[in-house]
């Protein structure tokens, strides 16, 4: 079995599981409990939205502001153009931003979210036979 599990300090964890929830992951309640919930996108695909002082428990760093510190970012490939800006309004109707404008190319269709944490989330729609087309030209 392969699987990522993402952990996410945050500053509200219901808020953060409320945001994830409209953007089409769903709860697990497996791995969720007072400090932390998970949700899932798919069988591959876990976040775990945490405290940070349970995030911090083990580690003891110091908490960035994610709002103001760029941290990696992530992509979460949809089927279609339509389910990406299906994705986006619900995200933005649940208090995240876009800080970007739409990303368009002939074979991809991108829009960015911050999430309530500074968390950058990609939704992207590829079209991999035209991408496999521009990929043989180069």
């Not at 599990?5 to 497996?30: C, H, R």
């Not at 007072?34 to 405290?51: F, G, H, N, P, R």
């Amino acid at each position: 079995m392969k699987q990522i599990f993402i952990n996410l300090p945050v500053n509200d964890v219901e808020k953060s599981m409320q945001l994830y929830l409209a953007l089409g992951f769903t709860a697990n309640p497996l791995f969720t409990d007072e400090q932390q919930k998970c949700v899932i996108w798919s069988d591959a695909i876990y976040l775990m939205i945490q405290t940070k002082e349970f995030s911090n428990s083990y580690l003891k760093k110091t908490n960035t502001d994610t709002n103001q510190i760029l941290t990696s970012s992530h992509t979460l490939p949809v089927e279609s153009i339509k389910k990406v800006d299906e994705i986006l309004d619900k995200a933005l109707k649940a208090g995240a931003n876009e800080p970007v404008a739409p990303l368009k190319e002939d074979f991809m269709y991108l829009r960015t979210i911050e999430d309530l944490d500074g968390y950058l989330w990609g939704i992207m729609y590829i079209d991999l036979a035209k991408f496999k087309i521009v990929k043989q030209k180069i």
